[in-house]
Nanobody
């Protein structure tokens, strides 16, 4: 099985920065795409940013120029650097990884979620 553990959320003032991390462990052969999603109260979960195994990135329009996604395959880890945070960035942030397991089974795995609150 595969486990994803997130860290780095918290309370920050508008204009501030946070860095989220998500580390995978377990029966991992290879990780394809990695991504960050968020869900605000009363809203659907939405894609924030994703990065392919080749390093190509994609961002939601609302975070372009403020957030940066990166990965380290040796550590099975993905990060989300969030700068110039706004109150509307407040949400629970989830990481997702598309993992090829040691039994060559490919599936999506999710982290447990970390709360990000942007407020003065």
């Amino acid at each position: 099985q595969v486990q994803l553990v997130e860290s780095g959320g918290g309370l920050v003032q508008p204009g501030g920065s946070l860095r989220l991390s998500c580390a995978a462990s377990g029966s991992i052969f290879r990780i394809n795409a990695m991504g960050w999603y968020r869900q605000a109260p009363g809203k659907e979960r939405e894609l924030v940013a994703q990065i392919t195994s080749g390093g190509s990135t994609d961002y939601a329009d609302s975070v372009k120029g403020r957030f940066t996604i990166s990965r380290d395959d040796a550590k099975n880890t993905v990060w989300l650097q969030m700068n110039s945070l706004k109150p509307e960035d407040t949400a629970v942030y989830y990481c997702k990884m598309v993992v090829v397991t040691l039994t060559t089974y490919t599936s999506d795995f999710w982290g447990q979620g970390t709360q990000v609150t942007v407020s003065s």
